[in-house]
């Protein structure tokens, strides 16, 4: 971003700062406005909150209110204006586990579009990629053909006939057409280059590791899967590689954002936690409560009231 | 002063956030925003094939019609489905507010983790998938979306008129005189901040679970699909929900907000809101009802919400929008219960038939099961087809997992449950979600159910190609094992044909898939045939059995339903009555969580003629396969935990899919 210099963006990033900033705007908000808030009992309707119900109805249903929907739309806003302004005086909002849980989510929102608001440089981008190449390296591939001997129509003897189909294709090499040998199989008998966990989705794990360490060029087998026995030629081996970062950018970029996320979460509850001192009620079953606390970000409420939709 | 600071709090802290984005992203709109790296082509692909299919009704025309093109490669004009996706259409995470969920967990960690990536889960444990998922829709629950939130309404679209775009001019040149912007625009705001309610805050959180999916969205790898969940129960406690499905990408999908119960708790006008958004974007959208069996009677009335009788409009809307329906979840089975289909040994199956949903529930009567279990509604979809002239329950079937703790799990040996609460731990089987009015527990965790998934035959891994199979319904439930089955029925089909290497072929070429509609016969004397091959999950148990469930409607108006054994494992014989009466046996050893595949087929296949045909009578066809007993997931937790639970907790489960139906209709 050619517009701040560096030095601002990195200062505007820092959650002290903008909590700081926050309580200064409050501060001026209050000297300059006076109570209006809700609890005022004035509730002023304006073209700006008629608009504003009539443009969620537009939303919903694609054609705007007719006059006695409009009115509904308004009588219900000003139900909900007396209901949370009653509501917030008489303290219903404090101990209510969906609002606290909302309002947790509210700054952990703002934390996040703080961390996401300004793209990653191509330093940082450089730096993930070079430091994370694992997480891009694509698997090593395997092409191969594969004709299935399927033991319950064999009677015993699918290992016999299973070497004696090697025998037969290996002197018939790449070239052997093999539609119509073996047994009928729901499965491709030509598979083009494909991952181990490809492999392994429809042939069974134990397969896809057999065929992956396979020589190309050759008749081999039998391996078996999860179906039976099968001979194998594997035409094509490719190794991983790491595709440039040019290639991967969207995906590198997504990941530095959810990284940077991460951290700028931590690291606002760290600098928050500072401002706290939490302790815990020492009582007979405490130190074993106290040993079950998992360590997280932040407490959770547990004996929350259940919903099962 | 305290709650007034809270009250002006949210604005401010809204536009210093509005401040801050604007300062650093003067030119791109929210919707491009991380956009993922397409795979053009591929997509585009889907999309053309799609274009030119349209209008020849099944997949099967469509194949036909090119392998009828004279080319010498025999590959060519081969574009029908080759592989199954397998996903979890209903995923709920942080962003679903429900009442006590306590998950942190937001939509980037549900794909995360899809994806097989290993996560942390919001109870601290580390989670990863055996195999990752194909595909997922995060279905957060609409009407929470959508909750008022002047926090996050740092919407530039709400800054489309004079003054706002001043802003974004200072914002734009940074330093002071940004500040002074964001200063002005706090009061502005505080002044009108009603302009900030409702839509565009629904709208701003909106755009960031589409800009999620965008990002997450790897044509040919992994679909991320948008959608949410309309969560209508009126009653109140009777579930009529239903989860949304766009095809399309963000582009689309942020020209509307999601349609909530708020709006109104009738499906029809979820319909009309569905009607709205293909109009007004050109794109596609789909429905789909689950927990029939939490509706007390409701989900497949004979009525309508006003309690008129349905009518023809109704039939053509509800058979247009909801294709599918999800009915295996983990609120259990809505296959089949045993007091609708008494013969059926398989029927008693994960059942959640105590009510509806409300706490505590109001109590089911039997005389509503016929209206909640897909089975049933099928049988009542001929007899209103016969009435109105167009099937309202021509429904194909599908499974998903409905969890509320980000993590789509189905293994019965890796389950982290439903709730956050639900993960594992020593304690989680014994909490109690729902209460009976005489206070004793109507639903505890320990009757959930590790399911389900989608299985969807397709030559894609892109939302067009997955959504256009769901579509039409070539779509499959499992309960959680992946087992592989492909159904086509015709008029000429013989048992030769099962061994064809062009099996795939000739099944589109002279019959119709899985959720497909046969044509009357030319023939007289013909009756319906039908082809299936069925393979065990490559990692996991044997088959025991694959069966044919038949419904019809007779001459009478009355209707029926018959199960037909058409492959059994083990040499078991099939009596002339169709039925194999030999259990499988079990292999289970509860103490261990094991089992073995000493029992059971890994594959299966089956050629079958319908015995007892009438062309004058309407009838569907689906497929069951049913796999061996393997334990349950409260096996694996009372050996992993050392625990032991009462007896009355289930040990074994018999996992199975079910194929969505092939019609038959003398009109047709």
New interface residues.
């Given amino acids: 971003m050619p517009d701040i210099p560096n030095k601002l963006r990195r200062w505007i990033r820092e959650p002290l700062v903008q909590f700081m900033a926050i309580g200064l705007v409050l501060y001026l908000l209050f000297a300059w406005h006076g109570d209006t808030g809700p609890n005022s009992y004035r509730i002023v309707i304006t073209q700006g909150q008629v608009d504003a119900l009539a443009a969620s109805f537009v939303g919903v249903w694609q054609r705007p209110p007719n006059e006695q929907e409009l009115k509904s739309l308004v009588d219900d806003f000003v139900r909900e204006e007396i209901a949370t302004r009653e509501a917030m005086r008489m303290g219903l909002d404090r101990d209510d586990v969906v609002i606290r849980r909302r309002l947790r989510q509210k700054v952990e929102f703002l934390t996040e579009d703080i961390s996401t608001a300004s793209p990653p440089t191509d330093a940082e981008l450089q730096a993930y990629y070079n430091q994370h190449p694992d997480k891009f390296r694509t698997e090593p591939a395997m092409a191969f053909r594969q004709v299935f001997l399927n033991p319950s129509r064999r009677h015993g003897e699918t290992v016999h006939d299973a070497k004696l189909l090697l025998a037969r294709l290996s002197t018939t090499g790449a070239s052997a057409d093999i539609k119509t040998l073996g047994d009928p199989l729901m499965l491709p008998s030509e598979m083009p280059l494909s991952s181990r966990s490809e492999v392994a989705r429809l042939f069974g794990n134990g397969f896809a590791d057999e065929v992956m360490k396979l020589t190309p060029g050759r008749w081999s087998g039998p391996i078996e899967s999860a179906y039976g026995l099968h001979v194998v030629f594997a035409t094509e081996r490719a190794e991983g590689r790491l595709p440039s970062l040019a290639q991967l950018r969207p995906i590198v970029e997504r990941e530095v954002l959810s990284d940077r996320e991460t951290h700028d979460l931590d690291a606002m509850y760290d600098q928050l936690l500072k401002r706290y001192q939490a302790t815990m009620e020492a009582h007979d079953s405490g130190t074993a409560a106290a040993a079950q606390v998992r360590s997280m970000p932040a407490t959770k409420t547990v004996n929350a009231p259940k919903d099962v939709d | ?1 305290n ?3 809270n ?4 604005s ?2 809204a536009v ?2 509005m401040a ?2 604007s ?3 003067p030119e791109q709109a929210p919707s491009t ?5 397409a795979a053009p082509d591929a997509a585009t692909r889907a999309a053309d094939e799609n274009v030119k299919c349209e209008g020849l009704g099944d997949f099967a025309n469509c194949a036909v019609e090119k392998s009828t093109l004279a080319e010498y490669s025999p590959a060519v004009g081969q574009n029908f489905p ?1 592989r199954v996706y397998w996903g979890d259409t209903h995923n709920h995470t ?1 962003f679903s ?6 998950n ?1 967990l937001g939509p ?1 960690i549900a794909y995360r983790f899809a994806r ?1 990536e290993e996560v942390t889960s ?3 444990l580390r989670a990863k998938l055996s ?2 998922l194909d595909f997922l829709v995060v279905s957060d629950h609409a009407e929470f979306i959508g ?1 008022p ?1 002047l ?2 309404a ?1 919407d530039p679209q709400l800054l489309k008129n004079e003054t706002a775009a001043r802003w974004a001019k200072m914002l ?4 002071e005189e ?1 500040t002074k912007a964001g ?1 002005e625009a ?2 502005a705001i ?1 002044k ?1 901040n ?7 805050v ?2 701003t959180i909106w755009e960031k679970v589409t800009s999620i999916a965008t ?2 969205n790897d044509p040919g790898h992994f679909t991320a699909f948008n959608g949410f969940e309309w ?1 209508s ?1 009126p009653g109140p406690g009777n ?1 009529l ?1 239903r989860v949304v499905i766009f095809r399309d990408g963000a582009q689309r999908a942020n020209q ?2 999601p ?1 909530s119960a708020f ?1 109104s708790e009738n499906p029809e006008d979820l319909w ?2 569905l009607a ?1 958004y293909e ?2 974007t050109g794109g596609q959208i789909l429905a789909i009802p689950h ?1 029939g069996n939490l509706s007390n009677g409701m989900m497949f009335a004979l009525a309508d919400m006003s309690g008129n009788p349905l009518t023809r409009q109704y039939a053509e809307n509800r058979a247009r929008w909801e294709p599918l329906t999800e009915v295996t979840q983990t ?1 259990g089975d809505s296959e089949t219960h045993p007091y609708l289909s008494p013969d059926d040994e398989f029927a008693n199956f994960e059942r959640w038939d105590f009510g509806n ?1 409300m ?1 505590p529930v109001v109590p089911k009567q039997p005389d509503m099961l016929q209206h909640e279990y897909a089975r049933s509604a099928l049988k009542l979809g001929l007899k209103l087809e016969k009435q109105l002239g167009v099937n309202p329950y021509k429904f194909g079937m599908i499974g998903s997992t ?1 969890t509320h703790n980000s993590l789509s799990t189905v293994d019965e040996d890796n389950f982290f449950g ?2 956050p ?1 639900s993960e594992p731990s020593p304690e989680r089987w014994k ?4 209460f009976k009015a005489d206070k004793t527990p109507a ?1 505890a965790a320990w009757q959930t159910q590790a399911a389900g998934l989608v299985a969807v035959w397709a030559r894609e891994n892109t939302r067009e190609g997955i959504f256009d199979s769901m579509k039409r319904k070539e779509v499959y439930a499992s309960t959680g094992p ?1 087992i ?1 089955v ?1 159904v086509f029925a015709g008029w000429d089909f013989n048992a030769g044909d ?4 062009d ?1 795939a072929a000739e099944g589109y070429k002279r019959g119709v898939p899985m959720g497909g509609t046969l044509a009357k016969s030319a023939a007289s004397g013909a009756a319906p045939t039908i082809m299936i ?1 069925a ?5 996991g148990a044997n088959l025991d059995r694959v069966q044919i469930i038949k419904g019809w409607l007779d001459a009478k108006a009355e209707l029926h339903e018959k199960i037909y054994d058409v492959a059994v494992s083990g040499g078991r014989k099939i009596g002339s009555d169709g039925r194999c009466k030999t259990s499988v046996g079990s292999t289970v050893d509860i103490p261990n969580a094991t089992y073995t595949n000493a029992i059971g ?3 299966l ?1 089956g050629w079958w003629k319908d015995p007892d045909f009438n062309p004058q009578e309407r009838a569907f066809y689906y497929v069951r396969v049913i796999q061996i007993p393997t334990p349950r997931w409260t096996a694996y937790d009372q050996k992993r935990f050392g625990i032991k639970m009462p007896n009355y907790i289930p040990m074994t489960v018999t996992d199975r899919v079910y194929t969505s139906p092939v019609w038959y209709s003398p009109a047709q």
């Fill in positions: 002063m709650r007034l600071a009250s002006t709090l949210t401010v802290l210093l956030l801050t984005w300062c650093n992203k925003v991380g956009q993922a790296p080759n942080s507010f429900d009442a006590g969920f306590g942190p980037e097989g919001s109870q601290g195999r990752p909750m939130d926090l996050r740092n734009h040149a940074g330093g940004a200063i706090v009061l505080f009108r009603e302009v900030f309610k409702d839509p565009k629904t709208r990002q997450y969560t129960a579930n929900h509307v907000l349609f709006d009309k809101y709205g109009r007004k927990n609120k949903m706490n409905d439903k709730m609460t909490e109690v979600f729902l639903a992946r592989t492909r099962l061994d064809r290497p099996f091959r393979l065990r999950d490559p990692d087929a890994p594959l296949s």
